[in-house]
């Protein structure tokens, strides 16, 4: 793993969330994007090389919006940049941990994406991430 790429915040509101944390990170939002396939609207800021990831659930049924349910606001999971996604996948999966996808998806900021099921490590939702090739 290279580094943590960013920390996934889920909120009730973008509309909320967004201004607020623009003045705690004194930094503009520097994009925002939907992704359909996850039910969920992102919003992004840059601190230095890591990036925080503002998610707000577009669908009562989504994950966001029944870790919301759930947990409340926070913290719902820290993701790492991996140079090759898939050879990280075999490499944990080898190591007993369990993979929530199969294959890599097409996730949110131009990047493949696999989660780890938070059983396997110690509670926190794990997200591996790589760029997209162009």
Same mark, same amino acid.
């Given at each position: 793993?290279?580094?943590?790429?960013?920390?996934?915040?889920? #909120?009730?509101? %973008?509309?909320?969330?967004?201004? %607020?944390?623009?003045? /705690?990170?004194?930094?503009?939002?520097?994009?925002?994007?939907?992704?359909?396939?996850?039910?969920?609207?992102?919003?992004?800021?840059?601190?230095?090389?890591? *990036?925080? $990831? /503002? %998610?707000?659930?577009?669908?009562?049924?989504?994950?966001?919006?029944?870790?919301? $349910?759930? *947990?409340?606001?926070?913290?719902?999971?820290?993701?790492? $940049?991996? *140079?090759?996604? #898939?050879?990280?996948?075999?490499?944990?999966s080898?190591?007993?941990?369990? %993979?929530?996808?199969?294959?890599?998806?097409r996730?949110?900021?131009? *990047?493949?994406?696999?989660?780890?099921?938070?059983?396997?490590?110690?509670?926190? /939702?794990?997200?591996?991430?790589?760029?997209?090739?162009?």
């Amino acid at each position: 793993m290279l580094k943590v790429e960013h920390i996934g915040i889920a #909120v009730q509101s %973008l509309q909320v969330s967004v201004p %607020l944390f623009e003045k /705690l990170l004194n930094s503009p939002c520097y994009k925002k994007e939907a992704v359909e396939s996850e039910q969920v609207q992102t919003a992004f800021f840059q601190q230095g090389d890591t *990036k925080i $990831e /503002l %998610l707000e659930a577009t669908s009562p049924g989504s994950v966001i919006a029944r870790f919301l $349910e759930k *947990k409340g606001e926070g913290m719902h999971h820290i993701a790492f $940049e991996v *140079k090759d996604i #898939v050879a990280e996948m075999e490499r944990l999966s080898a190591e007993g941990f369990t %993979l929530l996808q199969p294959v890599p998806k097409r996730g949110a900021d131009n *990047k493949l994406v696999c989660f780890l099921h938070p059983k396997d490590t110690s509670g926190v /939702l794990i997200e591996l991430c790589q760029e997209m090739p162009v």
